[in-house]
């Protein structure tokens, strides 16, 4: 993880606000955690989606919002949630252009739609498989589809919206500490 926190503040689109708390030798782990002691919750979330690898972001996102069981009983959820699993087992192609699928048909607005439509975002060309193939989506978008689908499941229940929210980035840094990505400079 060779990233400064001026350029994870960059690629989270995190406010002046946030940015204030980003000092330029920072360790990232200290930044994310900075971010949300200080009550920015959201932001911390968002960065760290950034930081992670695709498939661990995704995966953090699917783990969280299966917690909140009201986000999965949406048209469409159950398949989004399979094909999601599915790729995290076997990222490939043919599983990604499922998880597409499976997003159109659950919807963006939903988590397990928003979530599905991340692992599309992962990688590979955006066409459509029998078109040219396209550039792949920008780095930074997978990660902030993760971190929308985990915002609309706890859109879902707005009396605990923040207490989830920290309870995802504990998670999430948790998950981050064990696959040990901070280690180089992070």
Known sequence: MNMTTSELCDRAKLDD???KLAQPEMP???FVAELSRAGRVREAMNSLVQVLPK???IAWGLDSIQRVDVALIH????????RIEAWLAEPNEE???AAKTAA???GLVTPPGCLAFAVFM??????PAEAPVTPEPPPDVCGRMVAGAMSLAVALEPRVTQERLRAFVETGLRRADHLKIWENGG
């Open 95 to 97: 599983r990604r252009r």
């Open 17 to 19: 606000e946030a940015r």
């Open 122 to 127: 992962s990688g590979g060309s955006m066409a």
């Open 55 to 57: 498939s661990e972001a």
């Open 75 to 82: 048209r469409g959820g159950p398949e989004a949630i399979e």
């Open 104 to 106: 159109d048909q659950a």
């Open 28 to 30: 990232l782990r200290t």
